[in-house]
């Protein structure tokens, strides 16, 4: 068995019909072929920056590759900018900035070095 879950912070607001939109529009990836109990998670921590999180089980690597070479879940994660952005607003010099994740994760890498020299000068 494996787990997929991602966290995050929308740039809409709380309670937006957006907010509202991208969380629906979400709940298609708990249709892919090999999604198992997807769930919908919201942050209530203060402690936490990140509001939202999606959790997913895969019954093996192989349903795991399959969902995440899906054309609806490379269509759904396809702009990583926003999270590049993010990540170079909150991280302070000296901090180590660790991509970590299965799939096409590595793609954020020369977004967020971009957005890490336009954050720094």
């Not at 977004?111 to 000068?121: A, I, K």
């Amino acid at each position: 068995m494996i787990r997929h879950t991602v966290v995050f912070r929308l740039k809409h607001p709380r309670g937006s019909k957006e907010e509202k939109a991208f969380l629906d529009h979400a709940l298609l990836l708990r249709k892919i072929p090999g999604v198992e109990k997807f769930e919908q998670l919201r942050q209530v921590s203060r402690k936490n920056d990140y509001t939202f999180g999606f959790s997913m089980e895969f019954e093996d690597a192989a349903a795991y590759r399959g969902y995440d070479e899906h054309p609806e879940h490379v269509a759904f994660i396809a702009d990583w900018q926003s999270a590049a952005d993010h990540t170079a607003e909150i991280a302070r010099q000296g901090d180590f900035v660790i991509t970590l994740g299965c799939g096409d994760v590595y793609r954020i890498v020369p977004q967020l070095l971009d957005s890490l020299r336009r954050v720094r000068g």
